[in-house]
């Protein structure tokens, strides 16, 4: 894939709660800052509304990248999704581009997930693994808000509090990555979005010190109060 000796960053974007959000916002501000960005799933995605390829042709995604500046590349898959669009295409792809978005992972719309054993499908060459878990989870029903959670055979309708989010995050996601790329080839980002008030970004910070992570990020889309 991607020689980075002259490649583009690849970032790869894992877990749960807000990734396919974060990767728009980010590819909208590079394309603002007037940088190509080349946006693919190596699982699947909800088809794209506007600056989609849904075909195999390199050609197309140039074209598409060249117009808007935003190429987002797949396989229609007959369900709404798009799934990867090849190897040849994607290498040739990313020559064109200035800075590669990967969705790497499913967690069917909910903010926790548990990853599978084929999860998650990194494209070689990546740069870094960002680990997300929503915030949204706290308070809920484990069964509301995880995705897999009979792999812990957690009680699903235990309530998600601060330790309980945590040992989730961080057996069923960060653990795993640290454990796949322990050489630390790849960097590992953990990120905990849908930090929407000052309660969540206090409670965010104790979650990530909690999963043993030394730092990470802590987002939201909505203003701060």
Not at 24 to 47: D, F, P, S
Not at 69 to 80: Q, R
Not at 181 to 210: C, E, F, N, S, W
């Amino acid at each position: 894939m991607a020689d980075k000796k002259n490649g583009p960053p690849v970032l790869a974007f894992t877990g749960s709660g807000g990734k396919t959000s974060w990767i728009y916002a980010l590819a909208e501000e590079l394309r603002r800052q007037r940088r190509k960005v080349l946006i693919v799933t190596t699982t699947h995605m909800y088809a794209p509304v506007r600056w989609g390829v849904t075909e195999a042709r390199t050609d197309a995604v140039l074209n598409q990248l060249e117009r808007e500046g935003i190429a987002v590349a797949g396989i229609p898959d007959g369900s709404g999704k798009i799934s990867f669009i090849g190897d040849a295409v994607y290498t040739a792809s990313c020559k064109a581009a200035e800075v590669v978005l990967v969705e790497a992972d499913g967690s069917r719309r909910l903010p926790l997930k548990i990853m599978g054993v084929h999860e998650p499908v990194i494209p070689p060459q990546t740069d870094a693994i960002l680990a997300f878990a929503g915030l949204q989870a706290l308070g809920q029903p484990v069964q509301d808000v995880c995705f897999r959670w009979q792999e812990q055979k957690l009680d699903p309708q235990s309530v998600v509090t601060m330790p309980v989010f945590a040992r989730i995050w961080q057996t069923g996601c960060l653990d795993i990555l640290q454990k796949t790329y322990a050489a630390g080839i790849v960097k590992i980002v953990p990120v905990l979005h849908q930090a929407d008030t000052p309660q969540l970004r206090h409670q965010a910070r104790h979650i990530l010190a909690a999963a043993g992570a030394d730092q990470g990020l802590v987002t939201s889309f909505r203003p701060q109060v």
